[in-house]
């Protein structure tokens, strides 16, 4: 995982390498939420209504940005996720923002904020 920081905003917790590997185009106006499930508790995350993990996740990073194409914007949230017991370093994204929902469970939110 790398760590990305805006002025007074903790380090936001992406796992991709390096900026020049996002799945998004540089410069592009990201925030992002970064959860984790402390050993011992049992958490749950449902994406749009479907669990992500058929056991407990371990840890989630959501990030919402706009795509530009052309002279339009399309919002996109992009999320990772790992679970206990296999299913490490999933990845989904959605263009689907007014449907798109999170229920967290037992997970505590690390850090919160923009993505540079």
Same mark, same amino acid.
């Given at each position: 995982?790398?760590?990305?920081?805006?002025?007074?905003?903790?380090?936001?917790?992406?796992?991709? %390498?390096?900026?020049?590997? #996002?799945?998004? %185009?540089?410069?592009? +106006?990201?925030?992002?939420?970064?959860?984790? @499930?402390?050993? !011992?508790?049992? @958490?749950? &995350?449902?994406?749009?209504?479907?669990?992500? @993990?058929?056991?407990? &996740?371990?840890? *989630?990073?959501?990030?919402? *940005?706009?795509?530009?194409? +052309?002279? $339009?914007? *399309?919002?996109?949230?992009? #999320?990772?996720?790992?679970?206990? +017991?296999?299913?490490?370093?999933? $990845? +989904?994204?959605?263009?689907?923002? #007014?449907? $798109?929902? &999170?229920?967290?469970?037992?997970?505590?939110?690390?850090?919160? !904020? %923009? &993505?540079?």
């Amino acid at each position: 995982m790398t760590a990305a920081t805006a002025q007074g905003v903790p380090p936001i917790f992406i796992p991709n %390498p390096s900026p020049s590997t #996002y799945p998004w %185009p540089q410069g592009a +106006g990201v925030y992002a939420w970064n959860y984790t @499930c402390a050993d !011992g508790v049992t @958490c749950a &995350v449902s994406i749009s209504g479907a669990p992500l @993990c058929p056991t407990a &996740v371990k840890s *989630l990073s959501i990030a919402l *940005l706009n795509f530009r194409t +052309g002279n $339009f914007d *399309l919002p996109t949230y992009f #999320y990772w996720f790992s679970c206990s +017991g296999g299913k490490e370093n999933s $990845f +989904g994204f959605t263009h689907q923002v #007014y449907s $798109f929902s &999170v229920e967290i469970s037992g997970m505590t939110l690390q850090t919160t !904020g %923009p &993505v540079p």
